[in-house]
């Protein structure tokens, strides 16, 4: 079936150092969505791609979608503590898919 | 952006109980509502998805009749977990949406002992 992977599944940076996020898709997606769930919090939507290669920035972050649509990318430079979460990827293939997560943690 | 409600936001009861949750859009008119589970440090599982009118539609391996889902407005949807005993205890959470960004509530936060 369809799975959605992301890696790596926990980072720790240091605050100010960059940090990225890569999800892939076993199957081609339609678009592709992010969202950041806080520790004891709901998913918040961040962005969505729908465009093969297409790039999208919000301030520190930048969002990629593959060329084949089945992968994609979030960078965020400079992290700040505020940045901390489980960042999610999530896309239409067959069916609506959230990606495995990956959970960052910023050390002051 | 839409507003999704949902309550209650903890429950912590005995084995046995059925418990209910309620998931209602405040701004906007939602056909379609969204069931999730989710467990500790893990991605959000869909469960099933609520149709106004309609049976729900079920993903693989989840219970009918253990999980009830009624959408009998296009505000509100419930989800209902009869008979709930400890591996139940999760984290539940509803959101609108389609193929459009979708927007969660708060979930809810069940304790089953």
């Known amino acids: 079936g369809q799975q959605v992977m992301q890696i790596p599944q926990y980072q720790h940076v240091q605050e100010g150092e960059d940090f990225t996020t890569y999800c892939n898709s076993s199957?081609?997606?339609?678009?592709i969505q992010w969202y950041k769930q806080r520790p004891g919090g709901h998913p918040v939507f961040l962005i969505q791609l729908v465009k093969s290669g297409e790039v999208k920035k919000q301030k520190r972050l930048t969002f990629q979608f593959g060329e084949a649509k089945k992968n994609s990318s979030l960078h965020i430079t400079a992290t700040q503590t505020t940045d901390v979460g489980t960042y999610f990827c999530?896309?239409?293939?067959?069916?609506?898919?959230f990606g495995t997560g990956t959970s960052l943690t910023v050390i002051p | 952006g839409a507003v999704v409600s949902q309550h209650p936001s903890r429950v912590i009861c005995k084995s046995g109980t059925s418990v209910k949750i309620e998931c209602r859009s405040l701004?906007?008119?939602?056909?379609?509502m969204f069931w999730y589970r989710q467990f500790p440090k893990k991605s959000l599982m869909l469960m099933a998805t609520s149709n106004e009118g309609s049976k729900a539609t079920y993903e693989q391996g989840v219970e009918k009749d253990k999980f009830l889902i009624n959408h009998a407005s296009l505000t509100l949807s419930t989800l209902t977990v009869t008979s709930a005993h400890p591996e139940d205890s999760s984290f539940y959470i509803c959101s609108t949406g389609s193929n459009q960004p979708q927007h969660f509530g708060d979930g809810t936060r069940l304790s089953i002992l």
């Open positions: 701004d906007f008119q939602a056909t379609t």
């Open positions: 999530a896309g239409h293939g067959n069916q609506f898919y």
């Open positions: 199957t081609t997606l339609s678009n």
